[in-house]
C-alpha cells in the first residue's frame, strides 16, 4: 500500500495570491534574460573541423582535382550517392575524373568517401546548406564540388591527427 | 463644427484604436511570452514583427472557410459575430480623457458617450457575448464544440454574478451608473482616493473575476486545448475563427479599460487635477496598458484550473466575499 504524505498547507498558500504573486515575479525576471534562440540565417550554426558537412573535391595548387578517379570512394559510398568516369591526362597522376558526381539527396554525410580516398581528394567541408527547386539540381558536378586546399586545410589536419592513432 | 461630424469622427478613432489595440495585442500576446520563455517571438514581419498581426490577417482572410456537415449553417455564422460585435459595442461608454480640444475645435470629452447608465450598459452588453460562445459551440455539431460552450456559459454566469456585485460597491460609492462620474469622483489630485485604496478586496476579485469573465488563463475553459482540442472554436476557421478572437482580445482590452476607470481612477493624473487631455489619455494608456499587460503575464505564469475548482471559487470563495464587501461597503456608507 502506497502512503501518499500531503503536505498541510499554510494560510498564506491556500490565499493562492502571494504564491502567484512569486510566480509571475519569476516569469517578469525571466523577460529580461538573454534569449536562447538561435537567429538561424543570421546567426549560422557553428561549425569547426569536427563538422562533418557535405563532401567537397579538394583541387591542388595548380587547380586541378586531386582526384585520380580510382573508385574507391563510390565503392565505399553505402548510398550509392557517387558516380565517377574516368579518363586519362598528361598530368603526373596519369588519371583524373571526366565526371564526379554527387546525388546530394542521396549523400547521407557519413564520411566513408572521406575516410576511403588513397589520395586526399575528397573531404567532408563544413558547408551544411542545402536547398533547390528541382532533383536535378542536386546533383553536384566537379564544378560545384570543387574546393582550394586551403578552405579543407583544418579537416585535413583533423583527419591526419585521428589518423595517427591507429 | 457640425456635431454629428464630431460624434463620426470621434467613434472612428475610438473603434479604430480598439481594432488596432486588438491587433497590436496578438502580437504583445506573442512576444511576451516568447520573452517569458527566453525566445524571440515574431520578428520576421516588419521592424521587430509589428506588422505580425497585419500578416496574420491576411492570411486569415484567404484561407478556406468550413462549415462542417450537420452544423446549423446560420447560427455557425452568426456566433462569432455575436461574438465580436458585443465586445466592440462595449468601447462605447468607456471615459478615455476629459475635454478634447484639437486644432481649435471642441470635440468635448473623449469617449464615444457619456452614458448615464454606463456601467449598466456595459455589463449588459459584455454579457452577450456568451451568446456567440455558446452558439458556436451549440452549432458546431461537435461534442467538443458543445462541452466548450456549455463550461464558458456555466463559467460567465458565474463570475458575472461576482463582477456584477463588485461594481456595485464602486456604484455605491460614488452614487452614479456614469463611468464618467466614477472617475471625477477619484479625480481630486490625490492618487489616495482612488477606488483602489478604498477596495482593496473588491479590487482584487474584480481583476480575478475579469479573467474568467474573458476566458482568460487560467480559467480558458472554453478552449481548454488538452482536454477539448479547441473548445467552442474547434470547427470554425478562415475570418471567423479570428472574429472569435478579435472578440475576445476586444473583451480583454475594454475589461482593461473598466478596471482601471473603477479603481484605478481611469484618467486621473496623480497630483495633477486638471491635466490637458493628452495627458490625462497617456494616462489612462499607462493603466489600462498594464491590466491588458497583466492578461498576458498570467496567461503564461500559472497552469489551468480544473473546472470543478473553478466553480468552487466563483460560488464558494467569490460569491460571499463579494455580498460582504457589498454588505461593508453599504453599512459604511449609510453610517458615515
Not at chain 1, 8 to 32: N, Q, V
Not at chain 2, 75 to 83: D, T
Not at chain 2, 130 to 144: D, F, P, T
Not at chain 2, 264 to 284: H, M, R
Request: proline share 5%; hydrophobic share 50%; charged share 20%.
Amino acid at each position: 500500500m502506497v502512503i501518499v504524505k500531503r503536505k498541510t498547507l499554510t494560510l498564506a498558500e491556500r490565499l493562492y495570491l502571494p504564491e502567484i504573486l512569486r510566480g509571475m515575479s519569476i516569469t517578469f525576471g525571466k523577460m529580461f534574460k538573454p534569449k536562447i534562440t538561435r537567429q538561424y540565417p543570421e546567426e549560422p550554426l557553428p561549425t569547426n573541423e569536427v563538422t562533418r558537412g557535405q563532401p567537397r573535391l579538394r583541387a591542388l595548387v595548380d587547380g586541378n582535382l586531386a582526384c585520380v578517379s580510382c573508385g574507391l570512394c563510390e565503392a565505399a559510398c553505402p548510398a550509392y550517392a557517387i558516380t565517377i568516369d574516368g579518363q586519362e591526362t598528361d598530368r603526373f597522376i596519369e588519371r583524373e575524373p571526366e565526371k564526379f558526381e554527387i546525388d546530394m539527396l542521396r549523400c547521407i554525410l557519413c564520411g566513408f568517401c572521406e575516410e576511403a580516398c588513397p589520395k586526399e581528394a575528397i573531404y567532408m567541408s563544413t558547408e551544411l546548406e542545402l536547398a533547390g527547386f528541382t532533383r536535378a539540381s542536386f546533383k553536384y558536378g566537379i564544378d560545384k564540388l570543387k574546393r582550394s586546399t586551403e578552405e579543407l586545410a583544418p579537416r585535413m589536419e583533423y583527419i591526419k591527427r585521428i589518423n595517427q592513432r591507429w | 463644427m457640425n456635431p454629428f461630424l464630431i460624434v463620426l469622427i470621434k467613434t472612428s478613432v475610438i473603434y479604430g484604436g480598439l481594432i488596432g489595440a486588438a491587433a497590436l495585442m496578438t502580437l504583445a500576446e506573442r512576444k511576451f511570452s516568447a520573452w517569458m520563455q527566453l525566445r524571440h517571438g515574431p520578428n520576421r514581419v516588419g521592424p521587430w514583427g509589428l506588422l505580425q498581426p497585419l500578416a496574420d490577417g491576411i492570411k486569415f482572410i484567404f484561407k478556406e472557410e468550413l462549415c462542417p456537415d450537420g452544423a446549423n449553417p446560420w447560427i455557425f455564422r452568426l456566433a462569432p459575430i455575436m461574438s465580436a460585435v458585443p465586445a466592440m459595442l462595449t468601447v462605447a461608454v468607456i471615459p478615455f480623457a476629459g475635454n478634447v480640444t484639437l486644432f481649435g475645435v471642441d470635440f468635448g470629452n473623449l469617449s464615444i458617450t457619456d452614458l448615464d447608465i454606463g456601467v449598466l450598459f456595459l455589463v449588459a452588453i459584455g454579457g452577450l457575448s456568451v451568446y456567440g460562445v455558446i452558439l458556436g459551440g451549440w452549432a458546431s455539431n461537435s461534442k467538443y464544440s458543445l462541452l466548450g460552450g456549455l463550461r464558458a456559459s456555466a463559467q460567465m454566469i458565474s463570475y458575472e454574478l461576482s463582477l456584477i456585485l463588485i461594481i456595485l460597491c464602486v456604484v455605491a460609492m460614488t452614487g452614479s451608473l456614469d463611468l464618467r462620474a466614477i472617475t471625477e469622483a477619484q479625480n481630486t489630485g490625490n492618487p489616495l482616493s482612488w477606488n483602489v485604496f478604498s477596495q482593496p478586496l473588491a479590487f482584487v476579485i474584480f481583476v480575478i473575476a475579469t479573467f474568467a469573465e474573458t476566458n482568460r488563463h487560467p480559467f480558458d475553459f472554453a478552449e481548454c486545448e488538452p482536454e477539448l482540442v479547441a473548445g467552442f472554436h474547434t470547427e470554425y476557421s478562415s475570418m471567423k475563427f479570428a472574429l472569435f478572437f478579435l472578440g475576445e482580445y476586444c473583451a480583454m482590452i475594454v475589461m482593461a479599460c473598466l478596471t482601471a476607470t473603477l479603481f484605478l481612477g481611469g484618467y486621473s493624473v496623480p497630483f495633477w487635477e486638471d491635466a490637458p487631455w493628452f495627458i490625462q489619455l497617456g494616462t489612462f494608456f499607462a493603466k489600462a496598458g498594464f491590466f491588458a499587460f497583466l492578461f498576458i503575464w498570467v496567461r503564461w505564469t500559472l497552469p489551468r484550473f480544473r473546472f470543478d475548482q473553478l466553480m468552487h471559487l466563483g460560488w464558494k470563495v467569490f460569491l460571499p466575499l463579494a455580498l460582504a464587501n457589498l454588505l461593508v461597503t453599504g453599512a459604511v456608507i449609510s453610517l458615515a
